[in-house]
């Protein structure tokens, strides 16, 4: 069974912190990796994909790698914000056996930043 | 765009009642996913259409849960009977791919079943 893990569950920092949520995933048939965002009440928002030929992602102060070897992935946010309080869920695309593609989720991490 | 609409956001029933739950997918996509949340397993994909047509349903949990799509801009994930393990928050997304990339999650429907 295809198993993705994220540690800590829960994450509480002062503003302006620097912060690394980690992501580890047992199926070496997982070829990207996603990050997504959810917020309390709200559908997910993706911030991030990592492609299977590349090691790691940029947008503003997010920065996301892959180590596919190891089964790794981090997620870096930069001088965090209390906005940017929410819960970070990473997922890995794979193909099934019957040859369709599906996420696998891990349960997330919840991030508070305490002004 | 409104983005990916379902509803109810919130629905409440008793044990043994018909559930049904709606999705509108965000209009051009060609890929819709129905997947549900809960504090133990966290968010497990259900089924997926591509075309309107069902690709992948293994992960539909028992013969209670269906899902219908009946033409690009409307699904219906419907349970019946329900129980209270069904209690979740159920999400649907859409792509305008034929994979799991770039998928746009809706608001999700918080069922609570008494």
């Known amino acids: 069974k295809q198993e993705v893990t994220q540690i800590p569950a829960a994450l509480s920092v002062p503003e302006g912190e620097n912060l690394v949520l980690n992501c580890s995933f047992t199926?070496?048939?997982?070829?990207?990796l996603q990050w997504f965002r959810q917020d309390p009440g709200k559908g997910l928002t993706s911030l991030l994909l990592?492609?299977?030929?590349?090691r790691e992602q940029t947008s503003g102060r997010l920065n996301a790698s892959l180590d596919k070897s190891s089964g790794r992935s981090t997620l870096y946010i930069a001088a965090s914000q209390p906005g940017d309080s929410a819960t970070y869920l990473c997922?890995?695309?794979?193909?099934?056996?019957?040859?369709?593609?599906?996420?696998?989720f891990g349960k997330g991490t919840k991030l508070t930043v305490n002004p | 765009d409104a983005g990916v609409i379902q509803s109810p956001r919130h629905e409440v029933t008793e044990m043994g009642q018909e559930v049904t739950l709606r999705c509108k997918p965000i209009?051009?996509?060609?890929?819709l996913f129905w997947y549900r949340q809960t504090m133990m397993r966290g968010l497990e994909l259900l089924i997926y259409?591509?075309?309107?047509?069902?690709?992948?349903d293994s992960g539909m949990p028992e013969d209670r849960f269906s899902a219908k799509m009946p033409n690009a801009s409307f699904s219906t994930l419907k349970i019946q009977p329900s129980e209270p393990r069904d209690s979740a928050v159920y999400f649907c997304?859409?792509?305008?791919?034929?994979?799991?990339?770039?998928?746009?999650f809706g608001p999700g429907t918080r069922l609570t079943v008494l």
């Open positions: 997304a859409s792509s305008p791919l034929r994979g799991a990339d770039t998928q746009y």
């Open positions: 199926d070496s048939a997982i070829y990207n």
């Open positions: 990592i492609q299977s030929s590349q």
């Open positions: 997922a890995g695309n794979l193909i099934t056996q019957g040859g369709s593609e599906k996420l696998v």
């Open positions: 209009s051009g996509h060609n890929s």
């Open positions: 259409f591509n075309n309107n047509v069902p690709i992948d």
